[in-house]
Nanobody, 116 residues
Framework: QVQLVESGGGLVQPGGSLILSCAASGDILNIYFMGWYRQAPGKEREEVASITQNGRTNYADSVKGRFTVSRTRDGAKLTQYLQMNNLKPDDTAVYFC????????WGQGTQVTVTS
Protein backbone atom coordinates (compact mmCIF):
# COMPACT_ATOMS: atom_id res chain seq x y z
CA GLN A 1 0.00 0.00 0.00
CA VAL A 2 1.15 3.53 -0.82
CA GLN A 3 0.02 6.70 0.91
CA LEU A 4 0.25 10.05 -0.90
CA VAL A 5 0.03 13.43 0.81
CA GLU A 6 0.05 16.58 -1.29
CA SER A 7 0.83 20.12 -0.24
CA GLY A 8 1.70 23.48 -1.74
CA GLY A 9 -1.43 24.61 -3.52
CA GLY A 10 -2.86 28.07 -3.13
CA LEU A 11 -3.81 31.35 -4.72
CA VAL A 12 -1.38 33.08 -7.05
CA GLN A 13 -1.47 35.89 -9.59
CA PRO A 14 -0.83 35.26 -13.28
CA GLY A 15 2.87 35.00 -13.93
CA GLY A 16 3.52 33.75 -10.43
CA SER A 17 5.00 30.47 -9.23
CA LEU A 18 4.05 27.63 -6.92
CA ILE A 19 5.69 24.38 -5.88
CA LEU A 20 3.54 21.33 -5.22
CA SER A 21 4.85 18.45 -3.15
CA CYS A 22 3.65 14.87 -2.90
CA ALA A 23 5.06 12.73 -0.12
CA ALA A 24 4.75 9.01 -0.75
CA SER A 25 5.16 6.47 2.01
CA GLY A 26 4.50 2.79 2.46
CA ASP A 27 5.40 0.43 -0.38
CA ILE A 28 7.56 2.99 -2.21
CA LEU A 29 10.06 0.40 -3.50
CA ASN A 30 7.51 -0.77 -6.08
CA ILE A 31 6.66 2.70 -7.40
CA TYR A 32 7.77 2.87 -11.04
CA PHE A 33 5.84 5.95 -12.11
CA MET A 34 4.72 9.17 -10.47
CA GLY A 35 2.68 11.87 -12.06
CA TRP A 36 0.68 15.02 -11.55
CA TYR A 37 -2.83 15.33 -12.89
CA ARG A 38 -5.28 18.19 -12.71
CA GLN A 39 -8.99 18.64 -13.01
CA ALA A 40 -10.69 21.94 -13.64
CA PRO A 41 -14.42 22.46 -13.03
CA GLY A 42 -16.46 20.84 -15.78
CA LYS A 43 -13.42 19.23 -17.37
CA GLU A 44 -11.91 15.77 -17.34
CA ARG A 45 -8.84 14.96 -15.32
CA GLU A 46 -5.71 15.37 -17.43
CA GLU A 47 -2.10 14.39 -17.00
CA VAL A 48 0.17 17.37 -16.49
CA ALA A 49 3.60 15.87 -15.89
CA SER A 50 5.16 12.57 -14.98
CA ILE A 51 8.46 11.01 -14.03
CA THR A 52 9.52 7.39 -14.10
CA GLN A 53 11.85 5.59 -11.71
CA ASN A 54 14.59 6.08 -14.32
CA GLY A 55 14.05 9.83 -14.25
CA ARG A 56 12.39 10.12 -17.62
CA THR A 57 9.93 13.00 -17.64
CA ASN A 58 6.93 13.84 -19.75
CA TYR A 59 4.84 17.01 -19.93
CA ALA A 60 1.54 18.08 -21.37
CA ASP A 61 2.03 20.54 -24.23
CA SER A 62 0.19 23.22 -22.28
CA VAL A 63 2.82 23.26 -19.51
CA LYS A 64 6.05 22.55 -21.37
CA GLY A 65 8.68 25.13 -20.54
CA ARG A 66 6.77 26.32 -17.48
CA PHE A 67 6.43 23.27 -15.22
CA THR A 68 9.16 20.96 -13.96
CA VAL A 69 8.59 17.61 -12.28
CA SER A 70 11.17 16.01 -10.03
CA ARG A 71 11.45 13.44 -7.28
CA THR A 72 13.72 12.73 -4.34
CA ARG A 73 14.07 9.84 -1.97
CA ASP A 74 15.02 10.10 1.68
CA GLY A 75 14.93 6.77 3.46
CA ALA A 76 11.39 5.47 3.56
CA LYS A 77 9.88 8.56 1.97
CA LEU A 78 9.67 9.38 -1.70
CA THR A 79 8.70 12.93 -2.61
CA GLN A 80 7.56 14.22 -5.97
CA TYR A 81 7.58 17.91 -6.78
CA LEU A 82 5.96 20.08 -9.40
CA GLN A 83 7.58 23.46 -9.88
CA MET A 84 5.09 25.68 -11.66
CA ASN A 85 6.28 28.95 -13.17
CA ASN A 86 4.57 31.61 -15.24
CA LEU A 87 1.19 30.39 -14.08
CA LYS A 88 -1.85 31.23 -16.15
CA PRO A 89 -5.55 31.38 -15.25
CA ASP A 90 -6.03 28.21 -17.34
CA ASP A 91 -3.81 26.39 -14.85
CA THR A 92 -6.51 26.77 -12.21
CA ALA A 93 -7.55 23.30 -11.11
CA VAL A 94 -7.31 20.70 -8.40
CA TYR A 95 -3.96 18.99 -8.77
CA PHE A 96 -3.63 15.33 -7.90
CA CYS A 97 -0.55 13.27 -7.24
CA UNK A 98 -0.49 9.82 -8.81
CA UNK A 99 1.78 6.86 -8.12
CA UNK A 100 1.83 3.50 -9.81
CA UNK A 101 3.17 0.42 -8.08
CA UNK A 102 1.34 -2.88 -7.91
CA UNK A 103 -1.72 -0.71 -8.37
CA UNK A 104 -2.51 2.94 -8.91
CA UNK A 105 -2.71 5.39 -6.02
CA TRP A 106 -4.06 8.94 -5.82
CA GLY A 107 -3.55 11.80 -3.42
CA GLN A 108 -6.40 13.83 -2.02
CA GLY A 109 -5.77 16.79 -4.33
CA THR A 110 -4.67 20.35 -3.75
CA GLN A 111 -6.32 23.45 -5.18
CA VAL A 112 -4.34 25.83 -7.38
CA THR A 113 -6.06 29.08 -8.28
CA VAL A 114 -4.49 31.57 -10.65
CA THR A 115 -6.29 34.88 -10.70
CA SER A 116 -5.60 38.59 -10.60
Amino acid sequence: QVQLVESGGGLVQPGGSLILSCAASGDILNIYFMGWYRQAPGKEREEVASITQNGRTNYADSVKGRFTVSRTRDGAKLTQYLQMNNLKPDDTAVYFCNARATRQHWGQGTQVTVTS
